[in-house]
Nanobody, 115 residues
């Protein structure tokens, strides 16, 4: 079984920064995709960014130029550096680990951006 533990959420003013971390433990295949999704109140969960085990990245248009995803394969950890935060970024952020059709999810961490 795989477990994902997130940290780094919180309350920040608009224009501020936060860094999320997610560490995976358990039986983890070396080749995988790790990413971050978010779900705002009353809305569907959406992809924020993901990164493959060889470092290829993909971002939602709404966060391009503001968020940066990275990973440390030796630590099975993925990071999300969030800069220039906006009130509309307020959501619960979920870490994801994907192997093809198999997905694992973290418990979620709240990010709140005040105006």
């Amino acid at each position: 079984q795989v477990q994902l533990v997130e940290s780094g959420g919180g309350l920040v003013q608009a224009g501020g920064s936060l860094r999320l971390s997610c560490t995976a433990s358990g039986r983890i295949f070396r080749i995988n995709v790790m990413g971050w999704y978010r779900q705002a109140s009353g809305r569907q969960r959406e992809l924020v960014a993901h990164i493959t085990s060889d470092g290829s990245t993909n971002y939602a248009d709404s966060v391009k130029g503001r968020f940066t995803i990275s990973r440390d394969n030796a630590k099975n950890t993925v990071y999300l550096q969030m800069d220039s935060l906006k009130p509309e970024d307020t959501a619960v952020f979920y870490c994801n680990l994907n192997w093809g059709t198999i997905n694992f999810w973290g418990q979620g961490t709240q990010v709140t951006v005040s105006s």
